[in-house]
């Protein structure tokens, strides 16, 4: 669907915005489900939405179009690990924008104003998780200027039948 940007808004979550916020967690697990076989089955809540919107050192966002919200995406301040050069940085979840509305740079206009929150914060550094294997979301990061700097790997070693000697 072609979007009119200025029918869009960009605005702060609000306790009225959990149930649809709660919609998107779900199809975001339903998403990621192929790329983790480690996620149990049923429903998943990575996190309580309303404890992000509470919380001082996070930033939840939704992509309101035409009085309907239609995307998220959050921002929080985390410390480093005490070996990095910065002490704090900003890592950025719960990005996901509705099928029918991609492609018109809506995660990109999301993703820039929760960096510019984070730059508020006076800090540099933004982070986030994507699957390797989900190709489209690593392309849109890439092309939002971010880098892959660690692959989390995971091996199976139960013991089957075979094993036995």
């Excluded at 790329?35 to 309580?48: A, H, M, R, S, V």
């Excluded at 540099?124 to 998780?129: A, F, P, Y």
Aim: with cysteine; glycine share 6%; hydrophobic share 35%.
């Amino acid at each position: 669907m072609d979007v009119n940007t200025k029918d869009i808004a960009i605005r702060r979550a609000t306790n009225a915005d959990l149930p649809k916020l709660g919609e998107f967690l779900q199809f975001l697990v339903e998403a990621e489900r192929p790329f983790d076989p480690t996620l149990k089955e049923g429903k998943i809540f990575y996190y309580d939405i309303q404890e992000l919107i509470l919380d001082e050192k996070t930033e939840v966002l939704v992509i309101d179009y035409k009085n309907q919200v239609i995307g998220c995406g959050y921002a929080q301040i985390r410390s480093a690990k005490h070996y990095q050069k910065h002490t704090l940085f900003g890592y950025l979840g719960f990005m996901y924008v509705n099928p029918e509305f991609r492609g018109n740079g809506l995660n990109n206009l999301l993703l820039n104003d929760l960096k510019k929150w984070v730059l508020s914060q006076g800090i540099t550094e933004v982070r986030l998780e994507v699957y390797h294997e989900n190709e489209p979301a690593v392309k849109a990061y890439e092309k939002a200027g971010f880098k892959s700097i660690l692959t989390t790997m995971r091996c199976d070693i139960t013991p089957t039948d075979n094993d036995s000697h």
